[in-house]
């Protein structure tokens, strides 16, 4: 039952964590297993197998770590770098500046390159830092790939071309835990030395898993890494990876039957299906914006995230109480401006285990709140014009062709 109840479902909108499918429910329904039996291991050892096609890897090692995106932010910092090493990191959002407040509290030099919130990050700052890096001071570069707290998504290839027209070493350090699994994200590809991503997003779990891949440039990184790290140290990991037990410490059981029940149902729809499904619902969303006169957070269209989508609301209007109102008039919960934005923008996250009819009761929703606080907006506006992009891309579901 739920703590505080309100008849129906609850409309979950925020960009995470977000809906569970139920054969992901159910698939946890079960009592606990000991982990050294030779069940765990054998599922264990599938899991490391399928995670690497979420991240496009054949060369990536994975450590699923029963942590938060924190944790595996720590874990990738902590395994690869040592106190003092300097860190090229962009600041564009809330969760860009935690890990970046990370960064200097483990002892790394955090080369900051802030840009305005709405703005992705700066890449010719970045050219120009490595240009004037001859003597390859700088040991990595950590971009957030998508920033939930603005909707602005960051573009890696070119990242990765910027790093390769140096030919500079730094390690290549990603944050993807609102992108992979919804976004393209192409880890062997773009040359990504290490990624993370976190249950409760675009897999569709519980909070507490944190899925970290690192490349073999990573792993040889560790070798020399002199920062402290106990819990999240990945040589641990590969100790028991290499006796097949896989488990340096107890992991959460019914997490792991989730997760297979997860990855099952984004092979059935196929990832390349579940990432275009993600750029149908960001650019009916976005459309809908449009139609209600309101604009979005981000500032070009380059930038826009597939993923979330922070609505600028007009100064008269708290946007703290769009969200209050969704959550106490229609069990809408919708996600609150952070930080810098705070009281300017709402927002509607659109990510995970999420369809075509059900964004469309999320954007009627906001359409009755926007009204309920004042904002002159035509009823049915952007839902109609959802609804009319939606009607004409949206293709047969792949598993009922």
């Not at 037990?245 to 579940?274: C, H, K, M």
Request: hydrophobic share 40%; with cysteine.
């Amino acid at each position: 039952m739920d703590y505080v109840y309100g008849p129906g479902r609850n409309h979950l909108f925020v960009p995470g964590p977000v809906n569970i499918p139920e054969p992901v429910i159910r698939a946890m329904n079960r009592n606990n297993e000991d982990y050294r039996s030779p069940a765990v291991p054998a599922l264990t050892k599938t899991l490391l197998e399928d995670v690497k096609k979420i991240f496009k890897t054949t060369t990536g090692t994975p450590f699923l770590i029963p942590t938060t995106g924190t944790g595996a932010w720590e874990s990738a910092l902590t395994n690869t770098l040592s106190p003092g090493d300097r860190i090229v990191s962009f600041l564009i959002g809330q969760f860009s500046l935690l890990w970046i407040d990370q960064q200097q509290r483990l002892g790394f030099n955090v080369d900051v390159v802030e840009s305005e919130w709405g703005q992705g990050a700066n890449l010719d700052i970045l050219a120009s830092k490595l240009a004037a890096d001859t003597a390859h001071t700088i040991k990595a570069i950590c971009i957030v790939h998508n920033e939930t707290a603005t909707g602005v998504t960051n573009n890696l290839a070119e990242v990765r071309r910027i790093l390769d027209d140096y030919s500079h070493p730094a390690l290549f350090l990603v944050d993807g835990v609102s992108s992979i699994c919804a976004l393209d994200f192409r880890m062997d590809e773009w040359g990504v030395d290490v990624a993370l991503t976190g249950s409760q997003k675009a897999l569709s779990l519980p909070t507490g898993m944190g899925i970290v891949c690192a490349g073999p440039k990573a792993l040889e990184a560790t070798k020399t890494a002199k920062s402290v790290r106990v819990f999240f140290d990945w040589n641990d990991y590969l100790k028991f990876y290499k006796l097949g037990t896989y488990w340096p410490y107890t992991p959460s059981i019914q997490l792991l039957y989730g997760f297979r029940a997860a990855l099952d149902l984004i092979f059935e729809e196929g990832l390349d299906n579940v990432i275009a499904r993600h750029a149908r619902l960001g650019k009916a969303t976005r459309l809908a914006v449009e139609a209600w006169g309101l604009k979005n957070c981000t500032q070009k269209e380059e930038w826009f995230s597939d993923t979330v989508t922070a609505v600028l609301v007009p100064p008269y209007i708290d946007s703290s109480e769009i969200v209050r109102r969704g959550w106490k008039r229609y069990n809408l919960s919708l996600g609150l401006g952070l930080n810098k934005v705070a009281g300017k923008v709402f927002r509607i996250g659109h990510l995970g285990n999420l369809n075509e009819l059900q964004l469309l009761g999320c954007l009627a929703g906001v359409e009755m709140i926007l009204k309920d606080v004042g904002y002159p907006v035509k009823l049915g506006s952007g839902v109609a014009a959802a609804c009319a992009y939606l009607q004409n891309n949206t293709p047969l579901i792949p598993s009922r062709i």
